[in-house]
């Protein structure tokens, strides 16, 4: 069965983009709630790398979790592209550049951490390394996984604030949800720049000011999932760009 074309049914695209968002949040909260932090020893390359090795099974998910995330926010990306375009092309265009150089960063951020599986089951060169060798790599690969991970962010810090201003003056979604995108946009950016550049500060305002984004973005998704977009105002919104 065919897919209908966007103008035909962007409710249903809206309602595509919620479960796909949907689907980001899950695995993200699953790779770095459940499992890295599971695992993960703060500070201890050698203990780390001993959870790990004793559960593979569970790092290996968190892995192929992230893999996941990337993918599926790809597509998420391109149907929210698609839905607000209308609002302004060159803003929308703005909004798929940024985020598509978030979602780049962090699929290369994933890599270190596939890294740090190869240390833990001690496979190919790291096998022949002198004692110690593993955990160096490890803490090594956790360190850039960690810089480009939050540099990632900050990409899609940016991308939040066009996307809230997007839907704020969109009207076919609601303008409350459009700002506390924003909002969101500018936690990202605090925290990220916070984490990388001044860790006193990031000590003191994390994790308590992620709350604002992860609210935003799952209202954001719930209400895609759930009521999608106004079809009238969105078909509105397409016919002034045709006419301009």
């Known amino acids: 069965m065919a897919l209908p074309a966007l103008h035909q049914a962007p409710r249903a695209y809206a309602r595509a983009a919620g479960l796909l968002y949907l689907v980001v949040i899950v695995t993200g909260l699953f790779s770095q709630m459940f499992v890295q932090e599971a ?21 290996a998910l968190g892995s192929a979790a992230a893999v996941i995330l990337a993918v599926v926010a790809t597509l998420q990306l391109w149907i929210e592209y698609l ?22 960063v962090e699929s290369v ?4 951490l596939y890294v740090v599986g190869l240390a833990a089951e001690g496979r190919g060169l790291i096998a022949s390394l002198a004692p110690g060798g593993a955990e160096t790599i490890a803490a090594t690969a956790f360190a850039v996984h960690h810089a480009a991970f939050h540099l990632a962010l900050i990409f899609f810090g940016i991308a939040c604030l066009v996307l809230g201003e997007l839907i704020a003056r969109s009207g076919f979604l609601p303008a409350l949800i459009g700002r506390m995108m924003q909002l969101a946009g500018v936690a990202y950016l605090i925290a990220c720049v916070a ?13 308590a000011i992620l709350i604002v984004p992860f609210v935003a973005e799952c209202t954001l998704c719930l209400w895609l999932l759930i009521r999608g977009v106004d079809p009238g105002r969105w078909h509105a919104r397409l016919a002034d760009q045709r006419r301009t």
Do not use: Y
């Open 39 to 59: 695992l993960i020893a703060p500070g201890d390359a050698a203990q780390t790398l001993r959870n790990i090795a004793a559960r593979s099974d569970l790092w």
């Open 83 to 104: 839905l607000i375009r209308p609002v302004s092309r060159q803003g929308a265009l703005l909004f798929l550049l940024v985020n598509i150089v978030s979602i780049a």
């Open 109 to 112: 951020s994933k890599v270190f």
């Open 195 to 207: 984490v990388m550049f001044f860790r006193p500060v990031a000590e003191v305002i994390t994790p």
